[in-house]
């Protein structure tokens, strides 16, 4: 096999990669500040689509991790993306907060209860049964149902808290329609992502914490992938997945000398 070119571009999740409930990694400040001074390209990555790359800026760098706005890659972006090329200036009803809003918003996009192209369904903390009812009699009249990611449970202080994928499912269940996933593990985020900071997979690599999300999508994308111990998977999970990270390591801090 021909030997892989060196990495020139980093992809990192950021729950469970670099913050853990609201506080950095050890080793987290340092890897990004390598990562900026390299002058390599680089995204942070995250499923959750409530809040905006700027909100996102500010909540990093009040715990000490300085991350550019154009440095922040969401679901939201992602999905928004994914409309404007799909069908540009549509309309759509959403559930959601400012992050997936805004995405839409900045698209051109028309937010509508009237006969919406789609139905887009992202993260809130603010789940209404009027505006899931709502969302079932819109799918059923024949909008299309895109949801931002698959993730079905996120975490909290408190434990985990149902997320997109598991209120996707009640919807899901209700109209008899799958919805399209634009969030990892779905490939098309990270190769969105790779163009919009002109990368390319071969000299890219994914870090992430999660074997369903994160490595499956860097290794459908082309990636290398590192997979970080300080998330959700254990080491004596990694075997039971029919797909391999091309590294595991215990922590962010590990990766520093690599950049």
Not at 18 to 25: A, F, N, Q
Not at 115 to 129: A, I, K, W
Not at 208 to 230: K, P, S
Request: charged residues 20%; hydrophobic residues 40%; negative net charge.
């Amino acid at each position: 096999m021909a030997e892989r070119k060196p990495i020139e571009s980093w992809l990192t999740d950021m729950d469970g990669v670099l913050v853990h409930e609201g506080i950095p990694i050890p080793g987290a400040d340092a890897f990004v500040k390598k990562l900026r001074e390299s002058g390599k390209p680089f995204l942070v990555l995250t499923n959750n689509s409530i809040y905006t790359p700027r909100d996102l800026h500010a909540r990093l760098a009040r715990i000490g991790l300085d991350v550019p706005v154009e440095n922040i890659w969401t679901s939201a972006l992602a999905t928004a993306q994914f409309l404007d090329d799909q069908r540009p200036g549509g309309t759509a009803y959403v559930i959601g907060e400012a992050g997936l809003t805004t995405a839409l918003h900045d698209i051109g996009y028309v937010l509508t209860d009237a006969e919406p192209d789609y139905v887009v369904l992202g993260e809130t903390r603010t789940y209404s049964f009027e505006a899931l009812t709502k969302a079932i009699r819109l799918i059923n009249a024949g909008a299309r149902f895109i949801a931002t990611n698959p993730d079905e449970t996120g975490p909290s202080a408190e434990g985990a808290l149902p997320a997109t994928g598991s209120v996707a499912a009640l919807i899901t269940k209700a109209t008899g329609r799958e919805p399209y996933f634009v969030g990892k593990p779905n490939p098309l985020m990270m190769r969105a992502g790779l163009n919009a900071i002109g990368a390319h997979s071969e000299g890219s690599a994914m870090i992430g914490d999660r074997m369903d999300t994160d490595i499956l999508a860097g290794l459908e994308a082309g990636m290398r992938t590192y997979l970080v111990l300080t998330g959700l998977t254990r080491p004596e999970e990694v075997d039971r997945h029919p797909f391999r990270p091309s590294h595991v390591v215990d922590s962010i801090a590990d990766l520093t000398d690599l950049v």
